[in-house]
Structure formats: C-alpha cells, structure tokens
C-alpha cells in the first residue's frame, strides 16, 4: 500500500480532486508518525496496533565480505493486528 493508494481511496470516497486527497493522505501519514514518535504507539480499532520497540546494539556480518560490523541501537516499528483483521483475512 502506498500514499498514492491511499488518496485513490480518499479521491473516490470523498468526491474531491486529487491534490486535496493527496494533502489528506499525507496529513494522515504525518499525524501516525507525530503519534508514534511522541507516544510510542498507535492504535486503529478492528485494524490494529503500531508500537515502537528499541533494539540494542549488536555485531553483524557483512554478507559480502564476511566482516563483522558494529550496528547501533534504534528503534523500529512493529504492528499487531487485530482479531477483527486476522478473521477478515
């Protein structure tokens, strides 16, 4: 799924050109992402649930050469669905 999907949608459910289903689409992302980053987590009822986890520190191999590479703790995103979801699909 794409932004470009997501303002197709916004433009046939809503009637309105496609530059106004574009800003939506984008406002849409932009509000997900402010929430995650300011509260860790994002929940859609019957869809579900985005929470941020860190990751720690670690040491990899390169897969071409075969060194080991240092790679830096972060954070990633991880969902959950729903039981609505997962009944659906």
Do not use: W
Request: with cysteine; aromatic share 6%.
């Amino acid at each position: 799924m794409s932004k470009a999907f997501i303002a197709a949608v916004l433009q046939d459910s809503l009637a309105c050109t496609g530059v106004a289903a574009t800003k939506a689409a984008d406002d849409l992302v932009g509000a997900i992402v402010a929430e995650l980053k300011q509260e860790g987590g994002f929940t859609l009822p019957s869809f579900g649930t985005f929470t941020v986890h860190k990751t720690k520190a670690r040491k990899a191999l390169n897969p071409r050469t075969g060194e080991p590479v240092k790679v830096k703790a972060g954070k990633t995103v991880r969902f959950k669905a729903s039981p609505v979801l997962k009944k659906a699909v």
